[in-house]
């Protein structure tokens, strides 16, 4: 298989027409043309690392605050998980769980894993790494369920000095972390996927 590169022709990156090397702008659309997206891998990885650092205190920091007759009582999520569990609520700790803990860890580990392969050339087929790239864009939809029922609830529960909901600041930095973690995925130049060595055309 040969690609657009190694046939001296320049793929769209916003639209996916194929020009001559000679043209600047995609004749399509009107993008600008370029075989490959410049410092992608740089890019990627800090928006990854800036994802990261938002993550800790995420979960260090009460992501919301029950107020009850005046008093402030806030929980973190690993705080939040253990309560719903010792309650009996799996279903709910279960899904907290996954959320906020296992999906945005597996992101950040696949992300990582996939520029590593690129970078440095992996003994990975160009499918698997496909197909990581697939997995992490269709687990991100699913990073802000967590901070969207904290808007809900914050919302719908306002009884002034009685009872309330209040985002906590853990909210704040995981909602930035999903953000950046988001742009990251984005940032990769999935053209870089499909480049081969000499060795692997073999």
């Given at each position: 298989m040969i690609s657009a590169r190694e046939s001296g022709l320049v793929?769209?990156?916003k639209c996916g027409t194929v020009h001559e090397p000679s043209l600047r702008e995609?004749?399509?659309?009107?993008?600008?043309?370029r075989s490959r997206k410049p410092n992608s891998l740089q890019n990627t990885w800090a928006w990854l690392i800036t994802g990261l650092v938002f993550y800790i205190p995420a979960n260090m920091f009460p992501l919301l605050t029950n107020r009850v007759l005046g008093s402030d009582d806030g929980h973190t999520i690993i705080e939040g998980v253990i309560l719903f569990y010792k309650?009996?609520?799996?279903?709910v700790a279960t899904v907290i769980l996954a959320a906020s803990l296992i999906i945005p860890i597996?992101?950040?580990l696949i992300i990582g894993f996939l520029?590593?392969?690129i970078r440095f050339r992996w003994d990975l087929s160009a499918h698997a790494r496909l197909v990581l790239y697939?997995?992490?864009e269709f687990i991100g939809r699913w990073s802000m369920i967590d901070v969207f029922v904290?808007?809900?609830?914050a919302g719908l529960i306002r009884l002034g000095a009685i009872i309330s909901i209040l985002p906590g600041p853990g909210s704040v930095c995981f909602a930035l972390?999903?953000?950046?973690?988001?742009?990251?995925a984005q940032s990769i130049d999935t053209k870089l996927i499909w480049d081969q060595t000499p060795k692997e055309r073999k």
């Open positions: 793929g769209c990156h995609c004749r399509t659309c009107g993008a600008g043309l309650k009996g609520d799996f279903l597996t992101k950040f520029i590593l392969s697939e997995l992490v904290v808007a809900l609830m972390s999903v953000i950046f973690t988001m742009i990251s």
